[in-house]
């Protein structure tokens, strides 16, 4: 939600700004347009797979809609299922992992850990996980970043094309202002292209997806520690190991 409104304000005092100095369709310019938006979707599209681009869009969405979850939250409750399964056995973390659906990596984890599955194993297979799903993330974050380093070039390119097309015509001044329209403009859509979406985007799913791999973290260590049987102490110390020192808990304490 704050990514929505963040992206919507500053648009809108963008074109406020825009309004403020005169008419706003003086910013519309249509060789500028296709030079930069189609320039940077091309050669956007040049440096991924079919494959990269058509699940970008989705796991961006994915990214920017939920947040993850606090992992000092996920922290206590892998200490809770650790005294849960020392109290019920596998038979309790079957049942709770069947209450798990919203959050598929927890009740994955959960799952295995009552399937009897060995802590080596669990650690494993979830470990996987992680880095596939951070693999995907990485290329939908790789991919805004390329776009937000082609756009200014693109808008470099179209302002070289506005000033050769306007010193070509300087016997007719009517051509001037157009050319002279593209010369500038496609510099303006390049840098608020790149600074006014693609890297505030980026830099915002990159955050998102240290805080989901560091979440899945905790849920590894947590689940491989069930799985062992240790003490839920134990679990508390090793989980506190890989928590930034500001977000670390005393659930004991």
């Given at each position: 939600?704050?990514?929505?409104?963040?992206?919507?304000?500053?648009?809108?005092?963008?074109?406020?700004?825009?309004?403020m100095?005169?008419?706003?369709?003086?910013?519309?310019?249509?060789?500028?347009?296709?030079?930069?938006?189609?320039?940077?979707?091309?050669?956007?599209?040049?440096?991924?797979?079919?494959?990269?681009?058509?699940?970008?869009?989705?796991?961006?969405?994915?990214?920017?809609?939920?947040?993850?979850?606090?992992?000092?939250?996920?922290?206590?409750?892998?200490?809770?299922?650790?005294?849960?399964?020392?109290?019920?056995?596998?038979f309790?973390?079957?049942?709770?992992?069947k209450?798990?659906?919203?959050?598929?990596?927890?009740?994955?984890?959960?799952?295995?850990?009552?399937?009897?599955?060995t802590?080596?194993?669990?650690?494993?297979?979830?470990?996987?996980?992680?880095?596939?799903?951070?693999?995907?993330?990485?290329?939908?974050?790789?991919?805004?970043?390329?776009a937000?380093?082609?756009?200014?070039?693109?808008?470099?390119?179209?302002?070289?094309?506005?000033?050769?097309?306007?010193?070509g015509?300087?016997?007719?001044?009517?051509?001037?202002?157009?050319?002279?329209?593209?010369?500038?403009?496609?510099?303006?859509?390049?840098?608020?292209?790149?600074?006014?979406?693609?890297?505030?985007?980026?830099?915002?799913?990159?955050?998102?997806?240290?805080?989901?791999?560091?979440?899945?973290?905790?849920?590894?260590?947590?689940?491989?520690?069930?799985?062992?049987?240790?003490?839920?102490?134990?679990?508390?110390?090793?989980?506190?190991?890989?928590?930034?020192?500001?977000k670390?808990?005393q659930?004991?304490?």
């Amino acid at each position: 939600m704050t990514t929505l409104l963040g992206l919507i304000a500053g648009f809108v005092l963008l074109i406020v700004a825009m309004t403020m100095g005169g008419s706003p369709l003086s910013f519309l310019d249509g060789p500028a347009i296709l030079i930069v938006f189609g320039g940077t979707l091309a050669v956007t599209v040049i440096s991924f797979s079919l494959e990269e681009l058509r699940q970008a869009p989705r796991t961006l969405w994915s990214m920017l809609r939920n947040s993850a979850a606090d992992p000092r939250k996920a922290a206590a409750t892998m200490i809770k299922l650790s005294e849960r399964a020392r109290k019920d056995g596998l038979f309790g973390l079957e049942q709770i992992s069947k209450a798990m659906s919203d959050d598929l990596f927890l009740h994955r984890a959960m799952r295995l850990t009552a399937d009897g599955t060995t802590a080596d194993e669990i650690e494993k297979i979830l470990k996987t996980e992680t880095y596939a799903a951070s693999a995907s993330q990485m290329t939908a974050i790789n991919i805004l970043r390329r776009a937000a380093d082609v756009a200014p070039a693109m808008g470099l390119i179209g302002t070289l094309v506005g000033l050769v097309q306007m010193l070509g015509s300087l016997d007719d001044p009517s051509s001037i202002g157009p050319a002279m329209a593209v010369a500038l403009l496609t510099t303006f859509y390049g840098a608020m292209l790149a600074h006014m979406l693609f890297l505030p985007l980026a830099a915002r799913a990159e955050r998102i997806a240290r805080d989901e791999a560091l979440l899945q973290s905790v849920y590894t260590i947590g689940a491989a520690a069930i799985g062992r049987k240790d003490n839920p102490r134990r679990i508390e110390t090793l989980i506190n190991t890989i928590l930034p020192p500001q977000k670390r808990i005393q659930y004991y304490s």
